[in-house]
């Protein structure tokens, strides 16, 4: 079983990091983490090279990440609210993503075949409205042929409660795990 996550915090030992390891205590298999601030992977510079071709005329580290995706059977979106957001540069990675949308708006291909379960951590400093972080998590998702997606894993308040402490949140990371785990 492979999962891959996209970590959207530059905090590697962080809030986000908090569950995304309590997530991976509970893991089975092999994972990869791809840390969007520290990847070599740029934005999707709208080319339109995707509309006729399969791939990204860009040739970076999203290559190997593409592979990942065909073979993987999950994929985590975890990170941190900005804005209400997913961070900036993890939706500079994903638009990466657009090269999947453009297969199946324009050339009419499936560019995922294996069909993957999805999940979603977030966490926030406050105690805002997730919504729209999670409207987007799901937007990416689908871009990989997602064929269920676990209830989004929250921990609200991380400027007073640390995500460790928070033990709704801790244990949403483990159920997450395990819903992984059933793909085996
Ligand atoms: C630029 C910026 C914008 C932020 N915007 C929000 C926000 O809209 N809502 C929120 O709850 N927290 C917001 N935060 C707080 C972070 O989401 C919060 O501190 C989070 O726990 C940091 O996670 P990390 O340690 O994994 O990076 C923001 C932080 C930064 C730096």
């Known amino acids: 079983m492979k999962t891959l996550i996209f970590q ?37 510079i709208d080319c339109r ?6 791939g990204c005329s860009i040739k970076d580290g999203m290559q190997d990440v593409y592979e990942y995706i065909q073979d993987a059977d999950n994929i985590l979106i975890a990170s941190p609210l900005n804005f209400a957001e997913l961070t900036g540069p993890l939706l500079s990675v994903a638009s990466r993503l657009q090269t999947f949308y453009c297969a199946e708006a324009f050339r009419k291909e499936k560019p995922v075949k294996k069909p993957k379960r999805g999940g979603i951590i977030l ?23 997602m064929q ?16 460790r402490d928070d033990k709704e949140a801790m244990d949403g990371a483990a159920r997450l795990a395990a819903f992984f785990n059933e793909v085996r």
Request: aromatic fraction near 8%.
């Open 8 to 44: 959207g915090s530059p905090r590697r030992n962080g809030d986000c990091m908090m569950l995304v390891n309590e997530f991976l205590k509970h893991l089975e298999g092999e994972y990869r983490l791809l840390d969007a601030y520290y990847c070599d992977i740029k934005a999707c």
């Open 49 to 54: 090279y995707c509309y006729k071709n399969p």
């Open 123 to 145: 966490v926030g400093g406050g105690d805002g409205k997730v919504d729209g972080a999670v409207r987007t998590a799901k937007l990416i998702l689908h871009h990989m042929n």
């Open 148 to 163: 269920k997606i676990f209830e989004p894993v929250v921990s609200h308040n991380t400027d007073r409660v640390l995500p």
